[in-house]
């Protein structure tokens, strides 16, 4: 578990380069990509980190 919102930001922006790998998949599954940014957000908060900025969280994005 990260303790620090650098340690924190690392996490998600690493998942996110492997969402942008797919996202052809998600728009031919009739899916929305976007709701991934409010899972890691949500996660963020749920795991105490109340300060998290979710476009930090998300910032290797390329959707």
């Known amino acids: 578990m990260p303790t620090d919102l650098a340690a924190l ?7 996110t380069e492997e969402f942008n ?6 728009e031919a599954a009739s899916s929305e990509i976007e709701t991934i940014a409010r899972d890691f957000w949500f996660i963020a908060r ?7 900025d979710a476009e930090e969280l998300i910032a290797t994005r390329e959707w």
């Not at 930001?9 to 998942?15: R, V």
């Not at 790998?21 to 998600?26: P, R, S, T, Y």
């Not at 749920?46 to 998290?52: I, M, V």
Request: proline share 5%; hydrophobic share 50%.
């Open 46 to 52: 749920a795991y105490g980190f109340t300060d998290a």
């Open 9 to 15: 930001y690392a996490l998600p922006q690493a998942a």
């Open 21 to 26: 790998d797919l996202e052809a998949e998600f």
